[in-house]
């Protein structure tokens, strides 16, 4: 297998760069809108319902040609509009200072600054202003969720965080894989032996995919996604696919939250269509399917009345309008069932890798 | 079986059906006599035209406070009673002198008198009546009340020389009662008598000898009602027979300009064209037949004017607003008066008033003062027409909301007020009177609606301005540092923008 060396040799680099310049600009667009006797305000793409839309080309959720303006002259206006501007100047710090934190920390920090939010909602959701103000994701300017997920596989990387700069890791070098923080989500990729990628909705699924060494069998990375994949690990994805130009399969529980958690890793919720960046359109939901629990016959457990409504709700949603879905939602419609990936362990612990997986890489290539 | 008849006396009718009149038990009555006496006094200084000086005293009766047998003591500085006539006046149920056609608190020559009867039958003792009409002499009655015959029966008559001019009335006398029950409404009616009577000084010392009193704030006392004549709407054929019987004049042109209230001759005309009665009719030739006719012509005939509300005693807006200052103490008054009007040919002016803020109670339903004829009225508040009205509005539509606190007040003047039962407790649903409350209140309503409006806008702005200071430096501060600037922007003058643009 070809190695592949990472030519943009320092996009996440760059792309620091122009998250701490367009955070100046931000300010400096204030300031001279104060210094010409304005009242200070910013304009950005509204997030409301009706201003989004799937994009079909984009293959994911994007934000109309409505906006909104927020201007301190408008007394609703004028204190999110002056917590938004403390989030950039705190954003600011931690990207100059290349520090990092949560948004339980960022909520919490706010206080050190007589700046108050209601509660964590509030400052979550000026977080996501400022994401749309100046068009990045948190992760850029340092804000990170609490969940992490993990990656295992021969991907050598090259850090960027403070004190590592220049280092180097393989990521086979821990057998439980490596937790896709802050430092990883933003490393360069150096080289890599893989030709493809899986996303693993549950630990016990990695740990087995780890301990059967899918990863060379199949020459694969490993990615767990640990239920819903946050936004780093869906970036991530994002990049393994984009720079290292790696197809990506996701293996989910069959049910519809398991579908659900594919869909996002493919075309992004409509909490982020502000944001780019964050999809994969081309990955491949390769199971486990509602076919498959008839086709293996896999221990399964009834539909509750919270799955059926969920499949309804999915049925009619513009992501998945394409044929393999709408299948797989009749068929669970049908059946009535729904099954765990841990569910082929019936035919032995190995089953799954020799025999489930060489089949359903082939049937979805 | 054969049934005997008897007749019975109106003393005696109602020392049986003492009810009607609100002696119902110990607690009421000694509130409906002081009541009574502190209206007669309120009546009497105003045809004496001195602003009122009352004093009130409730005592236990030879110290036995076991007993519930007290002794009350009414004194004012009133018109005083001819010599003649005060053993009627207190010894004579219906008898009086305010049967004439104006506006007085008094009405059936009954609530005073009802009092003394009430003391006799409680205690078998007789009443003691001072008073003087400022002559040279005083005069000091001791009298007893003869119910089956309905006449006094005088015990005691002195005369004193009155050197100092003094003129006034005295009333004592001895009742059963439980003023401990009574007291708060006995408080409460005399703070309201207070409040619809600026004028008057009125001292109560209860029997535990705690002195409450109320201080008048003006000497301006509201214009004398003058006496007037029946109006063509507001007779019956009774009253017509009793005209026809004491008139001098021979024609009925005559009769009618020389009795009626406001038919001049013109109208007096057109009045007997319109019913086919001769001009030169003489009244007391009318048979009963055409006495009825021609009550039922005066009640069609269209074209009488209005009666005049000459005779009738509204206490104006200065007078009101200052009473609700002094016994309200509330942050904002808003007085209304409305135009004369009638009902069934009676004039009646309907007085409205919203009192706001300061000492007025929050919590709950507004309080409501209602008044008739500058009494206030205690009982049944849910019956009274006022009640209704205020129930019936839209109250929101006035920036009202629950729990503010709001007293309402509703004074109607008339020289028949159509209370719905003798104990003057409420007035009834009268369509004219019910109309003119509701415009009344709708007034008032609305200029507190205008302060509210004002306060609200003003309290707005303060919150506006002090959210722009708060934020607005927050603002500069924080994109001056990210801008990476030294100096911070200039704001004041967007904040001196803000205070006035409003
Ligand atoms: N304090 C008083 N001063 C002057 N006159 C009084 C006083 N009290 C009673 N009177 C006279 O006695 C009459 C009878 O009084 P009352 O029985 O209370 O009947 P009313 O007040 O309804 O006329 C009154 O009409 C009035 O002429
Ligand atoms: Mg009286």
Redesign the pocket.
């Known amino acids: 297998m070809g190695e592949k060396q990472q030519d943009d040799s320092a996009s996440a680099v760059k792309k620091k760069k122009e998250t701490v310049a367009n955070l100046e600009k931000l300010g400096q667009r204030l300031y001279d809108q104060m210094e010409q006797g304005e009242f200070p305000w910013v304009k950005m793409p509204s997030r409301s319902i009706e201003n989004i839309r799937y994009n079909p080309d984009l293959r994911q959720y994007v934000l109309g040609e409505r906006f909104v303006k927020r201007s301190a002259r408008n007394i609703r206006h004028i204190r999110p509009l002056s917590q938004l501007v403390w989030t950039a100047f705190f954003a600011h710090k931690l990207s100059t200072q290349r520090k990092t934190s949560t948004l339980r920390d960022v909520y919490y920090s706010a206080q050190a600054y007589q700046m108050s939010f209601k509660d964590q909602s509030e400052s979550d959701n000026v977080i996501t202003d400022l994401e749309t103000v100046i068009g990045l994701a948190r992760e850029d300017f340092n804000v990170f969720p609490e969940e992490r997920s993990a990656i295992f596989g021969d991907l050598t990387i090259e850090y960027n965080v403070p004190g590592y700069e220049g280092k180097r890791m393989n990521l086979t070098s821990h057998p439980d894989g490596l937790m896709i923080g802050p430092a990883l989500t933003y490393s360069e990729f150096v080289k890599t032996s893989a030709d493809k990628v899986f996303a693993i909705e549950k630990g016990g699924l990695f740990t087995r995919f780890v301990e059967e060494k899918v990863h060379e069998k199949f020459n694969a990375l490993l990615v767990l996604t640990a239920g819903q994949a946050p936004r780093a690990t869906r970036h991530f994805i994002h990049r393994l696919n984009k720079e290292l130009e790696l197809p990506v399969y996701i293996f989910t529980d069959a049910d519809p939250w398991g579908m659900h958690i594919a869909m996002v890793i493919i075309s992004g919720s409509a909490n982020a269509a502000h944001l780019r960046d964050l999809t994969t359109p081309d990955a491949i939901w390769s199971g486990v399917w509602a076919t498959d629990i008839i086709n293996y016959d896999l221990p399964s457990d009834p539909l509750t009345e919270i799955d059926i409504k969920r499949l309804h709700e999915l049925q009619r949603d513009p992501r998945y309008k394409d044929e393999l879905w709408q299948r797989e939602i009749k068929i669970f419609l049908k059946i009535r069932k729904k099954a765990e990936q841990e569910a082929f362990s019936r035919y032995g612990l190995t089953y799954i890798v020799d025999e489930y997986l060489p089949a359903k890489l082939e049937e979805t290539r | 079986m054969t049934q005997t008849f008897e007749e019975i006396s109106p003393a005696d009718f109602f020392y049986r059906n003492r009810d009607i009149a609100g002696f119902t038990n110990p607690s009421r009555a000694v509130f409906a006599s002081i009541r009574?006496?502190v209206?007669?006094?309120l009546?009497?200084a105003e045809?004496a035209g001195t602003p009122p000086d009352i004093y009130v005293r409730l005592t236990f009766e030879e110290d036995d406070q076991e007993s519930g047998i007290y002794k009350l003591r009414?004194e004012?500085n009133?018109?005083?009673?001819v010599s003649r006539?005060i053993p009627s006046?207190?010894g004579q149920?219906l008898?009086?002198?305010?049967?004439k056609l104006k506006q007085?608190?008094?009405?059936?020559?009954?609530?005073?008198?009802?009092?003394v009867l009430y003391g006799q039958i409680t205690t078998h003792k007789p009443a003691r009546i001072v008073?003087s009409t400022g002559s040279t002499k005083v005069y000091i009655y001791r009298v007893m009340i003869d119910i089956q015959r309905n006449k006094p029966i005088i015990l005691e008559r002195r005369v004193l020389l009155n050197k100092e001019q003094w003129h006034?009335?005295i009333?004592e006398f001895s009742l059963e009662g439980d003023y401990f029950r009574a007291m708060p409404k006995i408080l409460e009616y005399l703070k309201q008598t207070a409040l619809v009577n600026p004028y008057a000084n009125i001292t109560f010392i209860d029997p535990k000898g705690r002195l409450f009193k109320f201080s008048r704030v003006t000497e301006k006392m509201p214009p004398p009602p003058k006496e007037t004549l029946p109006h063509p709407y507001g007779v019956d054929v009774e009253m017509v027979k009793r005209l026809v019987r004491v008139t001098p004049h021979q024609k009925m042109m005559d009769f009618l300009s020389a009795h009626f209230h406001r038919v001049s001759e013109r109208i007096a005309e057109k009045f007997l064209e319109f019913s086919g009665i001769p001009k030169t009719r003489n009244p007391k030739k009318l048979d009963p037949q055409e006495i009825v006719r021609f009550v039922q012509m005066l009640k069609r005939f269209e074209e009488f004017r209005p009666p005049s509300a000459a005779c009738l005693s509204p206490l104006g807006k200065d007078l009101l607003t200052a009473g609700i200052l002094k016994e309200l103490k509330p942050e904002l008054t808003i007085v209304c008066q409305r135009k004369p009007s009638t009902y069934a040919g009676h004039p009646f002016i309907v007085e409205t008033a919203i009192a706001y803020g300061g000492e007025i109670p929050k919590g709950g339903d507004f309080v409501l003062y209602r008044f008739a004829n500058r009494i206030p009225l205690l009982y049944d508040e849910a019956s009274d027409v006022a009640f209704r009205v205020i129930k019936s509005m839209n109250w929101r539509r006035y920036k009202v909301s629950p729990n503010m606190p709001i007293a309402v007040l509703v004074h109607t003047c008339s020289t028949k007020i159509p209370y719905k039962t003798v104990g003057k407790e409420f007035i009834a649903d009268r369509p004219e009177i019910k109309r003119e409350i509701q415009n009344g209140l709708r007034e008032v309503a609305r200029g507190l609606q205008r302060f509210l409006s004002k306060r609200e806008h003003v309290e707005r702005e303060k919150r506006r301005l002090s959210v722009f200071s708060k934020y607005l430096p927050k603002i500069a501060k924080f994109s001056t540092e990210l801008a990476g600037r030294e100096r911070q922007p200039e704001i004041e003058k967007l904040l001196r923008s803000v205070n006035t643009s409003g």
């Open positions: 009574e006496l209206e007669n006094s009546d009497a045809i009414v004012d009133g018109s005083g009673i006539h006046a207190f149920v008898f009086g002198s305010k049967y007085s608190r008094g009405t059936f020559g009954l609530g005073g008198t009802m009092a008073s006034g009335t009333v």
